[in-house]
């Protein structure tokens, strides 16, 4: 089985290879899971849109954030992909 620093590298490349725009703006791991039946880590990147990546010091400057998420999916075993999606919205 693969380890969690071995799986985000792995998850790492995939997104630079499948959604090179989005790997350019150095996405942040939000959560890292092992699925129950350890199958699959499931990876949680996120950024911001935009020029807003800073703190937002207003409302208006929060609302005006746009967060961007994307999970990969890999194979907890070989590393293989799985999946790139986006997750629910909920």
């Known amino acids: 089985m693969l380890a969690p620093s071995e799986a985000l590298v792995k998850a790492r490349i995939y997104l630079g290879e499948i959604i090179p725009d989005f790997a350019a703006m150095e996405p942040k791991v939000e959560e ?3 699925a129950p039946d350890s199958s699959e880590w499931k990876i949680t990147f996120y950024t911001y849109d935009g020029e807003e990546k800073t703190s937002a010091a207003t409302l208006a400057g929060l609302l005006r954030t746009h967060k961007i998420k994307k999970v990969v ?4 075993d070989d590393g293989s992909l799985i999946g790139v999606r986006n997750p629910p919205p909920f």
């Open 32 to 34: 890292m899971v092992l």
């Open 73 to 76: 999916s890999v194979g907890a």
